[in-house]
Structure formats: structure tokens, C-alpha cells
């Protein structure tokens, strides 16, 4: 992201508009050009982006704030708005007010920036921002705005009740259209910007992980995708909304009209191990060579916490130390090795799968029918392996594993007619690896995930 200047303000980030517009044009241009797809042969174009994230602008359309998802701002403001709204933002919403949303920084903006808050127009989120300045249409859709703390996701509508009980405005609301919709033309001077023909469809995305949810055709009531990424999203397909009493879950709506989402997270998944291959394996890794070093490792070999976790969602809670866990070295023949150390990683990782997930099961009284896995993470076997022995159950893994990008190519494929709806799109562009089955490991995972689950609470006390 091409963040903007915050000042002092730690809790501020934003990205600058018109050079986040350059990289977009940038990487579209590149894509094509390793795709070896001439611009002509393009059909449609669709956005999808991280959720939470959003833009305000002023009634001219110019940006007024361009928050992204780590913006926390408005957690200076988290208790004022939960003592008078909380159950009702969740009733309403799915969400906790935590001070991570669009809700929270309107909130911020109206005590700390008056100014600025009285010329707010309108509210985008970012994906709806991509796609205002593709086509001009200032329009939202469900998955994203579901995240905003100001949807209503039982009518899947802006909760103009709400907003007009905590004294919001609601003229900034946009109208909200399904996934899948055409927003409108591709503008000439976006066209020109973008390397693509003016003129053809700009269809509305879902948000990220309900775009990976539908590249993935994880459609059904009972299907659960995990999502590692950056961050690891676990989400369970739903036929209707249900909030969880304690606010440790999210609950959101689907791609389809008819769904809803159940939502755990483990946090910083992808980052981490990103983190440890630059770091002990040089600044342009060999993932392969890593992949192969971890898996001649012997499971749990080393016990790692570092980064993912088990999601709760009712409160802030300052993420444990990291730290790694390995005999002493004097009472082994042979140290650990680099590769001990990521497999520790993937396991890590594998265990956040699995305890995000059994909250999911505990919420709604039952098991997951199906597990898929897709993300940058899921380039590695190693790790589909590890979450099919640690969940002990088969593994459904994507040919494409950047789910999100597949997703939002469905919707563009339904708004340039190629297939009557979602549903139709997934199923037929989706394709799949062979099945990863449980294995032999299965069984000594069952002790490592106790092992996991005792160090991390402990963690929380160092």
C-alpha cells in the first residue's frame, strides 16, 4: 500500500489515493503481460479488496480519508460506543464495536475532526472505491459493507435505524447491489490508466474472503474455508444468520444472496511465515528449498507460538509473545535445523486451523461437512498435509490457490453473461487438487495440538 503521512498519530493509516491507483494500474498492465492476454480479449474487470477498510468522500466525490484495515483510530472511542450501542451494533451487524471500523472512525471523525466530518458525502468501502473509479458508480455491496458495524445483515441493507439512533448521517450511505451486478462502463481515462478497452463492464465484487469463499465454491450450509493468507480467516457457510452470544465470532453475509458467514480469524498467518523465510533464508527466498527442509522434519520436533491464534472477538487483546519451544541442546545429538523451525510454523498454523474452526462447530452444534484451504499458504503440500493430520479430516485445496482473485473473476465472468449467476460461475470455473487425506501423523498431532493449545494460554502470561 502507498500509505499516506499520519503525523504522530500511530493509530492512523491511510494509503494515498492516487499513487495506490498507480500501483493498481501498474500491477493490471503486469498481469496481462505475463499472462500474455492482449487487452482486447478482456471481457470485464471486478475488484475485490481487505474488508474494514474505507473511504470517505466529500460530496464532489474527492477523497476526503482513505483508511485501510489497520487503522485503529477509533478504539479511543471503543467503550464510549459499546456502553450505548454495543448489543445493538451486534445485533445488528454481527460485529463487536472494537474501534477497527468504518463505524468507530466515523465516530473519530466526528469528535476529532468535525470539520472534515460535516463534508463526508458519502462512504465507500475499498473495493467500492476500486470500482468508483473505474465506472463512476458510487454503489456498495453486502460482503463488504457487512463489515462496516453499520449493515444490517438480517435484511442485508444499510441499518439506517441505527446509524440514525447514534446520530450518523445516512444521505452517505450508497444504494447496495449484489455481487455479480454491472456497476457500469469502464471510463475512458480509467481505461487509459488501467491498459484495457473503455467501455467494458465493471461488475461488483465481494469483499476478500468471501471472494475466496466463492473461488473456492464454498456455497453450502455446513462448508467451512480456511484462508491463509496475510491473516487467517476461518469462515463457515451458513442458510441464516447466527450470533454468537459471547462476541468472540463474526458473523457476515455470503456472495450469495441466500448465505450468510460465521467467521473465526488466527491472525497473522502468511506474515509470519514470510517473515521467518526472509529473514533466515535470505531477501529472495527459496520457498521450495524451505518447503523441502521443513518436511524432512520430524513433527514437532519444535513447538512454535508465533503469530496465529485463537479469535475472540469481544474484546482487544494484546497478541502473545512469539516464542519457540525445543530441547535443550546439550541433551540432543543433533539440533534443530532451519527446517524444524518453519515446519514449526506450518504447525503453528495448522493448529490455529483447527481451534478457530472447533469454535465454529461448537457455535452452530455441529461438524464442518467439508474443509478447503486456499491462500498464498496453500502453495505448500507440506501444510495441506499437516491440516488434514491436525484436523483430522480430508483437505479440499483449489487449483487456484489466490481464491479471492478467482472469486472476483466469477462475478466479472456473470456480469459480462458468460454464466446465469454465482453459483453457475463457481461451479464451473473451480478446479481442484486431489484430495489431501488424513495420515499417518494424525494420531501424534493429537498430543502436539494439546501441547499448542496449553503454550499459547501460558504465552499470554510471559
Not at 89 to 96: A, K, L, N, S
Not at 319 to 333: D, I, Q
Not at 356 to 361: A, D, R, T
Not at 387 to 400: L, N, S
Amino acid at each position: 500500500w502507498a500509505l499516506a503521512e499520519s503525523g504522530d498519530d500511530l493509530l492512523i493509516r491511510e494509503f494515498d489515493p492516487e499513487r495506490t491507483w498507480a500501483a493498481v494500474a501498474q500491477a493490471i498492465r503486469e498481469a496481462l503481460r505475463r499472462a500474455d492476454v492482449p487487452p482486447s480479449e478482456v471481457r470485464a474487470i471486478a475488484a475485490t479488496s481487505q474488508r474494514d477498510g474505507c473511504v470517505f468522500l466529500d460530496a464532489e466525490g474527492r477523497e476526503l480519508c482513505c483508511a485501510l484495515n489497520r487503522d485503529a483510530r477509533g478504539v479511543v472511542h471503543a467503550d464510549e460506543i459499546t456502553g450505548d450501542f454495543g448489543e445493538q451494533v451486534f445485533q445488528t451487524t454481527g460485529r463487536w464495536p472494537l474501534g477497527l471500523g468504518p463505524l468507530e472512525r466515523l465516530w473519530w471523525m466526528r469528535r476529532n475532526r468535525p470539520r472534515t466530518y460535516r463534508r463526508i458525502g458519502h462512504i465507500l468501502m475499498i473495493r467500492d472505491w476500486l470500482t468508483y473509479r473505474m465506472s463512476g458508480a458510487l454503489l456498495s455491496e453486502p460482503t463488504g459493507a457487512s463489515s462496516s458495524l453499520l449493515f444490517d445483515i438480517h435484511r442485508r441493507r444499510w441499518a439506517v435505524d441505527l446509524a440514525e439512533e447514534m446520530d450518523l448521517p445516512t444521505s452517505i450511505f450508497p444504494p447496495c447491489i449484489e455481487p455479480g451486478t454491472v456497476a457500469g462502463p469502464l471510463l475512458p481515462l480509467a481505461a487509459a490508466d488501467l491498459g484495457l478497452p473503455a467501455g467494458i463492464p465493471v461488475v461488483v465484487a465481494p469483499a476478500d474472503s468471501q471472494a475466496a469463499a466463492l473461488g473456492c465454491a464454498v456455497l453450502e450450509r455446513g462448508e467451512a474455508v480456511a484462508i491463509a493468507g496475510t491473516t487467517m480467516p476461518v469462515m463457515m457457510v451458513l442458510d441464516r444468520p447466527l450470533l454468537d452470544p459471547s462476541h468472540r465470532l463474526q458473523t457476515g453475509v455470503h456472495a450469495l444472496p441466500d448465505r450468510w458467514v460465521l467467521e473465526s480469524n488466527a491472525g497473522l498467518a502468511g506474515t509470519v511465515y514470510r517473515w521467518f523465510a526472509h529473514t533466515f533464508a535470505g531477501p529472495e527466498p527459496d520457498y521450495d528449498r524451505l518447503e523441502r527442509e521443513a518436511t524432512a522434519a520430524y513433527p514437532g520436533e519444535v513447538l512454535a507460538s508465533a503469530g496465529p491464534t485463537i479469535a475472540d472477538f469481544s474484546t482487544l487483546r494484546i497478541p502473545p509473545p512469539s516464542f519457540f519451544r525445543f530441547p535443550f541442546l546439550g541433551m540432543v545429538e543433533e539440533p534443530p535445523t532451519r527446517g524444524a523451525f518453519a515446519r514449526a510454523i506450518l504447525e503453528n498454523i495448522g493448529f490455529a486451523a483447527r481451534a478457530n474452526l472447533e469454535q465454529l462447530e461448537e457455535a452452530v452444534g455441529h461438524k464442518a461437512h467439508s474443509l478447503h484451504l486456499c491462500g498464498g499458504l496453500a502453495h505448500s503440500s507440506l501444510l495441506a498435509h499437516i491440516v488434514a493430520d491436525v484436523c483430522e479430516r480430508p483437505v479440499r485445496v483449489p487449483a487456484v490457490r489466490e481464491a479471492s482473485c478467482l472469486g472476483a473473476a466469477v462475478c466479472a465472468a456473470v456480469g459480462a453473461g458468460l454464466y446465469p449467476t454465482l453459483r453457475t460461475g463457481a461451479e464451473g470455473m473451480v478446479r481442484w487438487e486431489p484430495e489431501v487425506e488424513p495420515g499417518p501423523g494424525a494420531r501424534r498431532y493429537r498430543c502436539l495440538y494439546a501441547h499448542w493449545r496449553d503454550l499459547l494460554e501460558k504465552s499470554y502470561d510471559l
